[in-house]
């Protein structure tokens, strides 16, 4: 019999011209076949006697092999084995004849195997399909839950359109007589601020009526000639403005001492949008709590400090305002402006009462005089103005400049003019004789604004530079100077301690400066855009700020 390690025992190559005949031959080469096969077995048992054996299944030719030795068919044995390995060596024998004998047991076995997992795997499925109609009974509830939610939301969706269109058309009818009230609010304030001023010219003129009758009492012991002269002398009518003479104790703040005031902590207490363009110029009321606006969108107001009603608005320019100015009774308002002219406005009367056009240009600046009967302005044709408010003409005309001349002040409790200009300079002239006093120089770019301190002793400029300059009128020297801002400075105003100095910016923001050491204290910022605007209250407790984002803020 053949082992089990038949495969790996190397058969002789058998001639083709064997006869079957020799039989003898053939029992022959079998004996000598086995006997070497058996050396062989022994060989290997002997070198592979530590290792273990496995057992392989049977392949076709093995069990045609053994089926041949059991039946004892020797010399089909010969010649199927002579056959088979010449197929063999030759690579003719197809791949499915060198496969393993299937064995029905093992096959069955595999099998059991197959099905049991195939049945362990039906659970888990049974198992999984459960969850998931669980999973899917749940789902579905919620959705009904959702559809359920969904439409009690549509129907209250429903309700509220409803109920806001009912609003709406509710809020529709209400509209025209909200517009009546505040139309008749804004007449009622308007009456209300012109009843006050006629109260308070009233009250001016009840008081020159009593000044006359205490004088008319007390000429009553004059001798009869100088009464006569009197009485001649105030039977004249001014035809034209007169100036005042220059004396210093007409001026109630030479003899004041004021503290500094804290503008460098102030902070925003209100802001709004009062305009539809840039806010150019802010000016305050002399005696009462009231504040004026100018604006790009030619149109002037008057509003209350610190609510910020509007009390009254004015428009009849045909430009963009640049400057705006209360007089000293706060009975007119001036206004210049870009059409190239100059406009009164009178408060009890609510008209326009002056329109100086004799300026060829640009007007960029207007301040009444002291005295309340001239009114001082600057335009880009290089020229100062005086105008009388009695004759309605210019009065004076101030000619040195050779540029734009941006601002103009008075010098207060005098008949000096301020002015500067596109030119780089500062200039001081004599308004009864129209001639410039003094020039000054040193700022290297167009000077924008300057302002004048109460004392009128101080100077303070400002250029497109961002430098802030301070002069001493007296001693005609320049005190010092700042370079506060890299963007232009565009407005000045002086504290009445004449040491606090507010500037507005390019930058967005209001410098404080210090005059006695020409530092800079702080920055307030709050702005959106460039502030084109900045005025300080009579009493320094507040600061209006305006600029190029259409707003004015109250700062306190």
């Not at 495969?7 to 022959?28: Q, T």
């Not at 308070?200 to 009553?220: F, G, M, P, Y």
């Not at 902070?267 to 000016?283: F, M």
Request: proline share 3%.
């Amino acid at each position: 019999d053949f082992s089990d390690d038949e495969e790996d025992f190397k058969y002789e190559e058998i001639v083709d011209d064997i006869d079957d005949d020799d039989d003898d031959d053939l029992a022959d080469a079998l004996s000598s076949l086995q006997l070497k096969q058996k050396d062989v077995n022994g060989s290997i048992s002997q070198n592979l006697s530590n290792t273990i054996t496995q057992v392989r299944p049977s392949v076709v030719d093995d069990f045609v092999r053994n089926f041949l030795i059991k039946a004892g068919l020797k010399r089909s044995l010969d010649t199927f084995n002579a056959e088979w390995y010449e197929q063999q060596s030759k690579g003719k024998l197809p791949p499915e004849l060198s496969s393993a004998v299937p064995d029905i047991y093992l096959r069955n076995e595999e099998l059991d195997q197959q099905i049991g997992g195939l049945r362990e795997q039906v659970e888990k499925m049974r198992t999984v399909a459960s969850k998931a109609q669980a999973t899917w009974d749940k789902f579905r509830k919620e959705r009904d839950f959702h559809r359920m939610h969904h439409k009690r939301v549509v129907q209250e969706k429903n309700k509220l359109i409803t109920d806001l269109q009912r609003l709406r058309n509710h809020l529709r009818s209400y509209e025209p007589a909200i517009e009546e009230l505040k139309k008749r609010h804004e007449t009622a304030m308007k009456e209300k601020m012109l009843i006050r001023l006629e109260r308070d010219r009233l009250k001016s003129r009840v008081k020159t009526l009593e000044d006359q009758l205490s004088a008319l009492s007390n000429q009553q012991t004059v001798p009869e000639e100088t009464t006569t002269k009197q009485r001649s002398a105030t039977r004249t009518v001014r035809k034209q403005a007169v100036f005042l003479p220059d004396d210093p104790a007409n001026n109630p703040y030479m003899d004041l001492e004021f503290n500094a005031s804290g503008v460098d902590g102030f902070t925003i207490r209100n802001s709004y949008k009062g305009h539809l363009n840039a806010i150019s110029d802010i000016c305050f009321h002399p005696k009462k709590p009231i504040f004026a606006t100018a604006s790009d969108d030619e149109t002037w107001k008057l509003w209350t400090l610190p609510d910020s009603e509007l009390i009254l608005s004015g428009e009849g320019h045909k430009g963009w305002l640049s400057g705006i100015n209360f007089h000293p009774h706060g009975s007119h308002l001036a206004t210049s402006s870009g059409d190239g002219t100059l406009k009164i406005w009178e408060f009890a009367h609510a008209k326009c009462t002056h329109t100086f056009t004799d300026h060829t240009q640009a007007v960029w600046g207007c301040e009444f005089h002291w005295g309340g009967d001239m009114v001082l302005s600057g335009s880009m044709d290089h020229t100062v103005r005086v105008w009388d408010l009695i004759s309605g003409k210019s009065r004076q005309t101030l000619r040195g400049h050779v540029d734009s001349v941006n601002a103009v002040c008075w010098q207060p409790y005098t008949s000096n003019v301020c002015s500067a200009s596109g030119d780089k300079t500062v200039s001081v002239w004599d308004a009864r004789t129209g001639l410039c006093v003094q020039t000054l120089y040193g700022h290297a770019n167009s000077c924008n604004h300057l302002t004048v301190s109460n004392r009128g002793d101080i100077i303070v400029s400002s250029d497109a530079d961002g430098v802030v300059k301070a002069w001493d009128i007296r001693m005609v020297k320049e005190l010092g100077t700042i370079s506060a801002s890299k963007y232009p400075i565009n407005k000045v105003c002086i504290d009445r301690s004449g040491t606090r100095v507010a500037a507005a910016a390019g930058d967005n923001t209001v410098k404080v400066i210090n005059l006695s050491n020409f530092s800079l204290l702080s920055e307030l910022s709050g702005h959106d855009d460039a502030v084109q605007a900045v005025a300080l209250s009579p009493n320094d407790a507040y600061m209006i700020s305006g600029g190029s984002d259409n707003s004015f803020k109250i700062w306190s």
